[in-house]
């Protein structure tokens, strides 16, 4: 049972908040919030989205956008195991939370050239919390039963309690120099360092049984397995059924060269293209005694947790004045990708990049006030070996709205809401009961975000 905490590992906050590739957040503002594509913008946030785009900012000075969003996301996985108690399929659900997820922007331009910096979570970004475990580790608490049934004793009853709590911070520290070659073209070249930190805070105790044993349990009543097999000299299975705790962190830093181009071949078309490139990133274990789940997290253990390369692709047209239209185009080389996190296991779990596509309108209703809408669909490459409760990706809708206010000649107001609707997935699979016996099992995976955002966008240009 000490393997639990194995699988454990990865699977609290492993990835993407939302939809922007397996691992990769692409919610960088609360102007994408209300609009869902960005990949053009030729505004402050295109520090992020398009560092080339900058140079078009209106008038030389400075820029600086403040943005925030609050984040909730909802896991659910049905198993439909035999063995597990309770109605079935059981039910399992995880919350992913961020109370606070920042963009913070500011460029300086000065003639045909834009000095630029960021600051935001590129991955992860939040925390999630499982308060009744997962199928695949109460799996292996309900899979005592027919373990003591193999040995004579009847047994229908289990329970255990079980937790676990991750947090995740990637946090992108980027700058840019962006450079206009005439009035059409421009470029940049940029670089994020990336800052990972997980941690992770978890236990499963008091697994209790009810064997019916004539000498040790004639009542047939719940009593601690570790109790229970140390009494009946299966010393082994006490030390595997005995409390776990685990308090670990892992930390790393790497580092992801930028380029973009804008083209702007007339005053209604704005074309932006960005490629961002694999960022190498290992992270390293630290752990106690006693907190590393049986020895399961080991102290200075190195995982590999790259980020793809990325190439984004954007347009914005307005066809008269007061009407924007936005595309967009994602791909990620998830296919490059080691996503087993060990570089001595080989095991495919990509058949196709990842990618993602959507379309976004802003229309001035006066001077001072904008709305906005758009929706952003992607289209998952994992094969049934990346599914499981623990890591699943399916195909993606989202939608998002909002409105921008101009408080001043200096400042605009952005707010926005998205929804995102996840396609439900399903993984058929056989569980290793013994040697010689495999149960079949179908998991179903559900998920569903919601957010708003809000940001300041503040121009001290001429």
Excluded: C
Aim: net charge neutral; hydrophobic share 40%; proline share 4%.
């Amino acid at each position: 049972m000490r393997k639990l905490l194995t699988f454990v590992a990865g699977i609290l906050i492993t990835g993407s908040v939302l939809a922007g590739g397996l691992v990769t957040n692409t919610n960088q503002s609360a102007m994408f919030t209300r609009l869902q594509n960005r990949n053009a913008s030729t505004d402050i946030d295109a520090v992020y989205f398009n560092p080339a785009g900058l140079t078009r900012l209106f008038g030389d000075g400075l820029y600086v956008s403040l943005n925030s969003q609050t984040i909730s996301q909802t896991k659910t996985i049905l198993s439909d195991y035999s063995i597990l108690s309770g109605t079935k399929p059981r039910e399992y659900i995880g919350k992913v939370s961020a109370a606070v997820f920042p963009g913070v922007y500011a460029a300086y331009k000065k003639g045909k050239l834009a000095f630029s910096a960021g600051f935001n979570p590129i991955g992860g970004g939040g925390g999630a919390k499982y308060d009744a475990g997962l199928p695949s580790i109460e799996t292996r608490v309900a899979d005592l039963k027919p373990l003591l049934t193999s040995m004579g004793l009847t047994t229908t009853q289990y329970t255990a309690d079980i937790f676990f709590e991750g947090k995740s911070n990637y946090i992108g520290f980027q700058a840019n120099v962006s450079y206009e070659i005439n009035d059409m073209i421009s470029a940049a070249i940029g670089a994020r360092m990336v800052s990972a930190k997980n941690t992770y805070n978890g236990h499963i105790k008091s697994v209790m049984i009810n064997p019916f044993h004539p000498l040790v349990n004639p009542t047939s009543t719940l009593m601690s397995a570790p109790t229970f097999f140390t009494t009946i000299g299966q010393t082994k299975y006490a030390a595997m059924t005995s409390d776990m705790l685990v308090i670990a962190e892992m930390n790393g830093k790497g580092f992801t060269p930028i380029l973009s181009v804008n083209i702007a071949p007339s005053e209604k078309l704005n074309v932006a293209v960005k490629y961002e490139f694999q960022t190498k990133l290992n992270l390293t274990t630290t752990v106690k005694p006693g907190e590393d789940g049986g020895g399961m997290f080991i102290q200075d253990s190195v995982a590999i947790a790259d980020m793809p390369a990325m190439l984004a692709v954007g347009a914005n047209f307005k066809p008269f004045d007061k009407l924007m239209l936005s595309g967009s185009f994602g791909y990620y080389f998830d296919k490059k990708v080691d996503y087993d996190g060990q570089s001595d296991l080989v095991l495919n779990k990509i058949d196709k990049n990842f990618i993602e596509f959507g379309l976004g309108a802003e229309y001035g209703l006066s001077e001072k006030l904008r709305v906005s809408a758009g929706w952003v669909h992607t289209i998952t490459g994992v094969n049934s070996n990346y599914q499981s409760d623990m890591t699943y990706s399916t195909n993606t809708n989202s939608f998002g709205g909002g409105f921008g206010f101009r408080i001043s000649p200096m400042i605009d107001l952005n707010l926005g809401g998205q929804y995102t609707v996840y396609e439900e997935g399903t993984k058929s699979f056989g569980h290793a009961l013994s040697p010689t016996v495999s149960i079949p099992i179908v998991e179903t995976y559900k998920k569903n975000t919601w957010l708003i955002g809000v940001g300041l966008d503040i121009s001290f240009g001429k």
